[in-house]
């Protein structure tokens, strides 16, 4: 079966991206650069919730509505993994953040928040440093900005 996932990049005014590196203790993909925040979509759940509660939960971002998330669309990614074969639709987002603001672990699922410029992680990515959602979300993201 298909999950559906949200995943939401922060990108600052300069262009640097915040991204999570995931918790050592976390079941899948542990240490490795994630994007700002990303959960799956639960049962009755609109992306835009997910969203939001991702962002409370993982970044410590609250969000009054959804107004600054931009969708930059959607990417399916499928492989093999040790527990049984993942398909998943990733429902892709870009969060503008002030310089001001800054998200912080909440909730124990990031070990630290890293702030990357644009070159870092395409680095990073070809290195094998990021999730492969990560990787993904993060070119669909790209390039929905550049067609725009």
């Not at 990108?11 to 700002?36: I, V, Y």
């Not at 990303?38 to 962002?55: D, V």
């Not at 290195?127 to 492969?132: L, N």
């Amino acid at each position: 079966m298909m999950s559906h996932a949200v995943h939401i990049h922060g990108f600052l005014p300069q262009g640097d991206l915040w991204c999570g590196r995931r918790a050592s203790n976390k079941a899948t993909d542990p240490g490795l650069l994630d994007n700002l925040s990303a959960g799956g979509l639960t049962a009755g759940e609109n992306p835009l919730t997910t969203a939001l509660r991702e962002l409370a939960e993982e970044a410590g971002l609250h969000l009054p509505g959804p107004a600054r998330l931009r969708p930059c669309g959607t990417i399916r990614t499928q492989r093999p993994e040790p527990q049984g074969w993942h398909d998943e639709q990733l429902l892709v987002y870009a969060l503008h953040l002030s310089g001001e603001e800054a998200p912080i672990n909440a909730d124990g699922e990031v070990q630290e928040f890293m702030r990357l410029s644009p070159n870092e992680v395409l680095i990073r990515m070809q290195d094998g440093q990021f999730t492969v959602d990560a990787c993904a979300s993060l070119a669909q993201c790209l390039s929905a900005y550049l067609t725009c």
